[in-house]
């Protein structure tokens, strides 16, 4: 039989697989409520207007909120052949309150519908992760706090290189997160604009009062070009492109903590409550929730490098390639929304094994710098020289197999005669760490400061 919606111009029904290559209901049913608050307003704006009687937007309203508590009793019957929510939505309005539902679109299209429908869908993931990134936010700072003044090696290259406390470690953590939070609310700010009424592509000639729906709908205003209005999905890809940074951040601090738990560094502790055990090895236990978190920007990055193909080379305005954005931006916002989640649940579990750190400070002589700093400071020398003469000194240390402050003075000073008893006092990792106060450095003092600093600018 010919389709309900348009069946003036068609004789028979698609053929199964047009059906079921076409339907999107599937996965845009997630939008039913964006998709019914849509409609609402849209009718509320038509009655304003006088293009729809009193009478007939009262049936309207009545008659979606009736559709929006079926649906939410899960008494409604979702149909492949009504393709997608929007028109879902409209034929059982139909058979609810008959005749007026046929006079809601008026004035509008799927294609303004659906590209409202899912910013506001868009606009409330963004909010919910907000709130999230939020929480883990505060983990992070908390923890930083606490562990101000924990000395831990630094690292770069993955290799020794100074020492700085575990608090100023996760402190750099909450700057990403605080530019993630950053960039979704740009995205926030630059998808809300309504483009409700832009109708199919050109605009209506009906008499429509677009801000109006624009505000019911909590919208800064109108989307300003009918045709870019139903043809732009650039918040979308905005969105995954946010996303898929936000998960590299994740991705970094999870293999971090892969590292940090293992038994070689043994940095932190992660209780049972984030760890699972092996089904063959009893003595595992195992960060998979830190591994999966880690694996999480392939399918984020995958999302917006889907997307972005899709739209890659569509001429103006809509193609039916564009219902290809949904399950990606679903399945992005869903999968970082856990990873978000399940991350600031370890960053609050994880505790740092304060010995273990400190016992890594004796490897990879992570106070070189300092020494190469006295010996400019006290002695006078260029930093190159200084750098040359602590080269040669960690290298006599590496023949004896022991730490720069464990060197005899005597053996100090056949490599640099005028080196004194005061070197010592710059080689423990605790001196290093207490002498970075420069603005962001790593002092423990700065670190307590930069904590609650970050709390007024995050919190
Ligand atoms: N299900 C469609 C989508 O997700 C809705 C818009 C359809 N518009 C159209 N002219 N076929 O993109």
Not at 72 to 101: C, Q, T, Y
Not at 266 to 283: C, E, K, R, Y
Not at 289 to 317: Q, Y
Not at 327 to 337: G, H, Q, Y
């Amino acid at each position: 039989t010919a389709n309900e919606m348009w069946g003036g111009r068609f004789a028979a029904g698609p053929a199964a697989i047009m059906e079921e290559i076409n339907a999107s209901i599937g996965f845009d049913k997630r939008m039913y409520a964006q998709d019914i608050a849509g409609s609402k307003a849209h009718c509320a704006m038509l009655v304003k207007q006088g293009i729809l009687s009193e009478a007939d937007g009262t049936a309207i309203t009545q008659g979606l909120d009736k559709v929006l508590a079926e649906i939410e009793a899960g008494a409604f019957e979702f149909k492949a052949s009504l393709e997608d929510i929007h028109m879902n939505v409209e034929a059982r309005l139909k058979e609810l309150i008959g005749e007026p539902a046929g006079r809601l679109h008026t004035a509008r299209s799927r294609n303004d519908q659906v590209a409202t429908d899912f910013r506001l869908w868009l606009r409330d993931a963004i909010d919910g992760l907000e709130a999230q990134l939020k929480t883990l936010h505060r983990a992070l700072i908390d923890k930083a706090d606490k562990h101000a003044d924990v000395v831990m090696p630094g690292f770069t290259h993955l290799q020794s290189a100074q020492p700085v406390t575990f608090g100023h470690h996760l402190l750099a953590y909450v700057e990403m997160i605080g530019r993630d939070r950053g960039r979704l609310a740009d995205c926030r700010k630059r998808l809300n604009e309504c483009p409700l009424g832009a109708a199919a592509l050109a605009g209506t000639s009906f008499p429509t009062d677009r801000h109006a729906t624009a505000q019911m709908l909590g919208f800064d205003g109108p989307t300003h070009n009918s045709m870019d209005s139903v043809a732009a999905r650039d918040f979308a890809m905005e969105f995954l492109a946010a996303a898929s940074i936000t998960a590299v951040h994740l991705s970094r601090l999870a293999e971090e903590i892969v590292i940090w738990a293992s038994q070689q560094f043994n940095f932190v502790h992660l209780t049972d409550a984030f760890t699972t055990g092996s089904s063959i090895m009893p003595q595992k236990k195992n960060p998979d929730a830190a591994e999966l978190i880690r694996a999480k920007p392939g399918r984020i990055i995958g999302s917006l490098n889907a997307l972005l193909i899709v739209m890659k080379g569509l001429p103006m305005t809509y193609g039916k390639d564009m219902q290809e954005d949904k399950e990606v931006t679903f399945d992005a916002a869903d999968n970082l929304s856990l990873a978000v989640a399940a991350m600031a649940g370890m960053v609050e579990d994880m505790e740092p094994n304060k010995e273990s750190m400190r016992a890594a400070l004796v490897d990879g002589f992570p106070t070189a710098t300092d020494l190469a700093d006295w010996l400019v400071r006290v002695l006078g020398l260029p930093f190159r020289d200084a750098h040359h003469v602590t080269g040669s000194l960690v290298a006599l240390a590496e023949k004896q197999g022991v730490t720069l402050d464990a060197l005899s003075l005597a053996d100090m000073q056949t490599v640099e005669p005028r080196i004194t008893d005061d070197v010592f006092s710059v080689l423990s990792a605790d001196a290093s760490v207490n002498s970075r106060t420069s603005f962001g450095g790593t002092a423990p003092a700065n670190v307590k400061a930069a904590a609650s600093a970050a709390r007024e600018r995050f919190l």
